[in-house]
C-alpha cells in the first residue's frame, strides 16, 4: 500500500532524530575513549611496571574508539538521507488530489467513489472532491432534462477554478469516475483537459455495484481499428462513427443527419461491453483517435466540423474530452443516443474553438 505523505514525514523524522542521537553518542564515547587512551598515556610513562596490567583496557579503548567512529558515520548517513527526503516530501506535498465523480444513469442508489479508494488516499487529509448528481434528471434510463444537466457538468469548471485560487500554491491530481450520458462524459473531459494530471480513471461495475480503477497490464495491445483515409472530394462535415462498447448503424446516423454525409468508421478490435479494461488499453486508443482525427484535417482540410456518434464505455468517453481541441481540429458535435427518440440522436454536445461548449 502506499504511505501517505504525513507517515513518511513522520518516519524521515524519525530516520533523522536517530542519526542525531547516534551521531550524540559517538562522540560522547569517543570522548571518553581519547580521555581513557590519554590517563593510560601517562600512567605508562610515570609507572613503566604498570603498563602491562592496562594493556587490556587500552584494547578496549581502541575497540569503543572504533565503535565511535561507526557510529558517527552511521549517523551523519541518516541525518543526511532523512534530510534529503524530507525535501523531496515536501516538495511532493504541494500535490493535491482531486476525487470528480459522475452519478447518472442509474435508478438505484449508486455507492460513493470514495468508499473505494485505498484509506491512505482519504485519510491523508490531502483529498478535495467534486461531485455531480444527475440522477434527478433520469426517468427510466433516459435524461429528461439535458439542458440542466448540462448546467451541472459546467459547474467542474467553476469548481476547479476555485480550488485553484484556494490552494494556488499547489500542482493537482484527478481521480475520476463517471456515469452519465456521453456528451455530458465528453464534456466533463473537455472542461478539465490538461489541466490536471489523471491520476486514476474508475469504471463502474453494476453486477457488484463497486468502482474499479482500470488496471495496468504493459501486455494489453487493444486499440481501435479505423477506416483508411483517402483524400478525395471536398467536404465541410464528416462524421464518425466511433464503435467500442456497441456497433453503430450508418442509418442511424444518416437518420440523424443526412444520407449525403460522409461516414468513417473507427471500432474497438472487440465491440463489447467494456472492451477496454486496462490503462494503456485505454491511453493508446484515444491516441490513436487523436491521430486520427489529425490525418482527417490532412486529407480533408475543408471540414469544419466532425460529428461525433459514439457508443463506449465511461472512461472512454471522458478521456476522448480531454483530446478534442476545436481550434485545431474544426468543430465537434458529440451526439446523444436514445433508442426511443426520432431520430434516435436528439441533441448533441457542440464544442467550436473560441465558444463556450453548448448543446444544440
Request: glycine content about 4%; hydrophobic content about 40%.
Amino acid at each position: 500500500m502506499i504511505k501517505t505523505v504525513s507517515r513518511l514525514v513522520v518516519e524521515t523524522n524519525v530516520r533523522i532524530i536517530a542519526g542525531v542521537v547516534l551521531i550524540l553518542l559517538s562522540i560522547l564515547l569517543g570522548f571518553n575513549s581519547v580521555s581513557s587512551h590519554y590517563k593510560l598515556t601517562i600512567q605508562y610513562e610515570s609507572y613503566r611496571a604498570e603498563a602491562e596490567a592496562t594493556k587490556e583496557d587500552k584494547e578496549g579503548n581502541a575497540l569503543a574508539l572504533y565503535l565511535a567512529i561507526l557510529l558517527l558515520a552511521v549517523g551523519v548517513i541518516l541525518v543526511v538521507s532523512g534530510a534529503r527526503d524530507n525535501r523531496l516530501l515536501k516538495r511532493n506535498s504541494r500535490v493535491r488530489t482531486i476525487l470528480v465523480q459522475i452519478l447518472g444513469l442509474e435508478a438505484e442508489a449508486t455507492p460513493r467513489l470514495k468508499q473505494f479508494l485505498q484509506n491512505d488516499i482519504v485519510e491523508s487529509g490531502d483529498l478535495l472532491e467534486i461531485s455531480v448528481d444527475l440522477r434527478k434528471y433520469i426517468k427510466n434510463n433516459c435524461l429528461v432534462d439535458p439542458n440542466a444537466a448540462f448546467v451541472d457538468i459546467c459547474q467542474i469548471n467553476d469548481s476547479l477554478a476555485s480550488i485553484a485560487r484556494s490552494h494556488n500554491d499547489f500542482k493537482f491530481e484527478i481521480i475520476y469516475g463517471g456515469l452519465a450520458p456521453i456528451p455530458l462524459l465528453v464534456l466533463a473531459g473537455y472542461l478539465i483537459s490538461n489541466r490536471c494530471n489523471v491520476r486514476n480513471i474508475f469504471e463502474y461495475n453494476r453486477l457488484t455495484s463497486s468502482w474499479e480503477t482500470l488496471q495496468n497490464n504493459p501486455n494489453d495491445k487493444s486499440d481501435l481499428i479505423c477506416d483508411k483515409l483517402v483524400a478525395g472530394s471536398s467536404v465541410s462535415e464528416v462524421a464518425i462513427s466511433l464503435s467500442v462498447s456497441y456497433q453503430i448503424s450508418d442509418e442511424q446516423i444518416k437518420e440523424s443527419l443526412n444520407d449525403d454525409i460522409k461516414i468513417l468508421h473507427c471500432k474497438s478490435q472487440n465491440v463489447c461491453v467494456d472492451s477496454i479494461n486496462s490503462r494503456q488499453a485505454l491511453d493508446r486508443s484515444v491516441e490513436t483517435f487523436r491521430k486520427y482525427i489529425n490525418d482527417i484535417n490532412v486529407k480533408f482540410p475543408s471540414v469544419k466540423r466532425i460529428h461525433v456518434f459514439c457508443a463506449a464505455q465511461s472512461s472512454f468517453c471522458f478521456s476522448l474530452g480531454r483530446i478534442l481541441a476545436p481550434n485545431i481540429h474544426g468543430s465537434f458535435c458529440v451526439y446523444y443516443f436514445n433508442r426511443n427518440s426520432t431520430p434516435c440522436y436528439p441533441w448533441a454536445l457542440s464544442l467550436t474553438a473560441g465558444s463556450d461548449p453548448k448543446l444544440i
